[in-house]
């Protein structure tokens, strides 16, 4: 586990790239990947010297990519359901058309896991283009906050950010062991 996270913090050290990668493959685990709020607050202890801000758009545009292309998978999966479960989504079509935009925004700036969501959605032929911006919007709302969060916390504890984000991503990972082993 200490190699995971050497390996996490090592990525993150190399700047927004290195951190656009990491949150990039975090959230490409369906199901189990952690807080995108959280991410941004340890990156940012561990880059205080970094723009909250772009650490959040950075962390929102990663999770938007990788959602994006769950989002893909699930909408190719259609033609695999039978044609009753077919017409059963797409009599979803209106609900989906009047209220997907908010709770896309909804599922990606709360902690509730969005990947439900994302299923139902994709299954249901919802806008490519509104769910990128509604989900997009979600969580730049919620990284930005969590990398505010992040360097403010750091900022009290400006000779300890590398252990207080060691500390926050062995939280994530343990809790994404644990989530694991028990979902």
């Known amino acids: 586990m200490q190699d995971i996270i050497t390996f996490i ?4 050290l190399e700047g927004y790239f290195g951190l656009f ?3 990039f493959l975090i959230n490409m685990i369906p199901f189990l990947s952690p807080s995108n709020m959280v ?14 801000i772009f650490v959040g758009v950075v962390i929102a545009i990663s999770a938007t990519a990788a959602k994006l292309i769950h989002f893909f998978v699930v909408r190719g999966s259609r033609m695999i359901l039978s044609e009753e479960r077919l017409k059963s989504l797409d009599s979803e079509e209106q609900r989906v058309k009047k209220w997907g935009a908010f709770a896309v925004f909804i599922a990606a700036a ?15 032929k919802y806008s490519t283009w509104k769910f990128i911006i509604s ?11 969590g990398a505010v969060i992040g360097y ?4 009290f504890f400006e000779s300890m950010p590398i252990v207080l984000a060691s500390i926050a991503l062995t939280a994530l990972i343990t809790g994404f062991m644990f989530r694991r082993r028990t979902g």
């Not at 913090?9 to 993150?12: D, E, K, R, T, V």
């Not at 896991?113 to 249901?124: F, R």
């Open 152 to 155: 403010s916390v750091g900022g």
């Open 39 to 52: 991410l941004a607050g340890a990156a940012m202890l561990l880059l205080p010297t970094f723009n909250p």
């Open 135 to 145: 989900y997009f919007i979600g969580k730049v709302a919620v990284t930005i906050l």
């Open 9 to 12: 913090s090592n990525m993150i």
């Open 110 to 124: 709360s902690p509730v896991p969005d990947d439900p969501l994302i299923v139902y959605v994709g299954l249901a």
């Open 21 to 23: 990668i990491i949150c």
